[in-house]
């Protein structure tokens, strides 16, 4: 059984940073790619960067230039460093493993597992 145990998340002053992690039990995150995902109360699941399982990088346009993703793969484990943090990144985030095409790298529709998620809230 596969799964995804995101931590890191928490409240943190905005300019601040945070970094998320997602240990995987069950499968060898170096075979997916590895993403992550945040939902905002009343908002549509958003995108927020991924590595694929190539090494590339892929970011959505809402947190460019202020987020880093990596792996250990040695420790099974993906990270999300978030720095300079703005109360509108407040959201649950996710991470999650995709086996699809490297074309539906910042897509929702082709991830096998998720985490349960980790509350991120950023105060002003």
């Known amino acids: 059984q596969v799964q995804l145990v995101e931590s890191g998340g928490g409240l943190v002053q905005a300019g601040g940073s945070l970094r998320l992690s997602c240990e995987v039990f069950?499968?060898?995150?170096?075979?997916?790619?590895m993403k992550w995902f945040r939902q905002a109360p009343g908002k549509e699941r958003e995108f927020v960067a991924a590595q694929s399982l190539s090494g590339g990088y892929a970011y959505g346009d809402s947190m460019l230039g202020r987020v880093d993703v990596s792996r250990d793969t040695a420790e099974n484990t993906v990270y999300l460093e978030m720095n300079r943090l703005k109360p509108e990144d407040t959201a649950v985030y996710y991470c999650?493993?995709?086996?699809?095409?490297?074309?539906?790298?910042?897509?929702?529709?082709?991830?096998?597992?998720w985490g349960q998620g980790t509350q991120v809230t950023v105060f002003s």
């Open positions: 999650a493993m995709d086996a699809g095409p490297i074309s539906n790298i910042r897509d929702a529709g082709t991830v096998g597992y």
């Open positions: 069950g499968a060898a995150i170096g075979f997916y790619h």
